[in-house]
Antibody, heavy 118, light 107 residues
Framework: QLQLQESGPGLVKPSETLSLTCTVS??????????WGWIRQPPGKGLEWIGSIYYSGSTYYNPSLKSRVTISVDTSKNQFSLKLSSVTAADTAVYYC??????????WGQGTLVTVSS | EIVLTQSPDFQSVTPKEKVTITCRASQSIGSSLHWYQQKPDQSPKLLIK???QSISGVPSRFSGSGSGTDFTLTINSLEAEDAAAYYC?????????FGGGTKVEIK
């Protein structure tokens, strides 16, 4: 059974780059059975898809964030990563990683709160 | 971008009541609509996939219906543990989008 765990700094300064890693266990990140996604949730608000990466390496980003987002995969570590540049307070959120097998995102990682503040 | 509009935003319900949450898409998405439950301080959990397909381990009181632009999540005989926010999500086209959420409170 797949399990995912997000990790990374909980505090990032404005204008800097947010970097998070999602470690996958219980399955291979190279499997064609899944694709992998990042989703975020500002405090007290709803869910926003950031982007996804396929086993082939193809990436798809939310146009609202596309100019600032990079998602990549490290197959040797069974991890995938998120980089979001030029962050502002509006990027403060809980960041989740999750796979899609068939249908929706399932299961989700526990999430990690990233606060953008000087 | 496909916009998903959920209603109501908030619902206060007594145990054993039936709860109905709707999700309307701004254009047809076939059956590519999924429902999640998010309890306080927890990650979202997939409840229903492809509009009406059940998920292993999810209680049978949760069901989904609809296609095209109009979808419904039904909770039959609400239990106290069902207090949560519920979100719909479409995977028909990019960018993937979510509804604004419906908070269900237990009276």
């Amino acid at each position: 059974q797949l399990q995912l765990q997000e990790s990374g700094p909980g505090l990032v300064k404005p204008s800097e780059t947010l970097s998070l890693t999602c470690t996958v266990s219980g399955g291979s990140i190279s499997s064609s059975s899944y694709y992998w996604g990042w989703i975020r949730q500002p405090p007290g608000k709803g869910l926003e898809w950031i982007g996804s990466i396929y086993y082939s390496g193809s990436t798809y980003y939310n146009p609202s964030l596309k100019s600032r987002v990079t998602i990549s995969v490290d197959t040797s570590k069974n991890q995938f990563s998120l980089k979001l540049s030029s962050v502002t307070a509006a990027d403060t959120a809980v960041y989740y990683c999750a796979p899609v097998v068939v249908g929706g995102f399932d299961p989700w990682g526990q999430g990690t709160l990233v606060t953008v503040s000087s | 971008e496909i916009v998903l509009t959920q209603s109501p935003d908030f619902q206060s319900v007594t145990p054993k009541e039936k709860v109905t949450i709707t999700c309307r898409a701004s254009q047809s998405i076939g059956s590519s609509l999924h429902w999640y439950q998010q309890k306080p301080d927890q990650s979202p959990k997939l409840l229903i996939k492809y509009a009406s397909q059940s998920i292993s381990g999810v209680p049978s009181r949760f069901s989904g219906s609809g296609s095209g632009t109009d979808f419904t999540l039904t909770i039959n005989s609400l239990e106290a543990e069902d207090a949560a926010a519920y979100y719909c999500h479409q995977s028909s086209s990019l960018p993937l989008t979510f509804g604004g959420g419906t908070k269900v409170e237990i009276k």
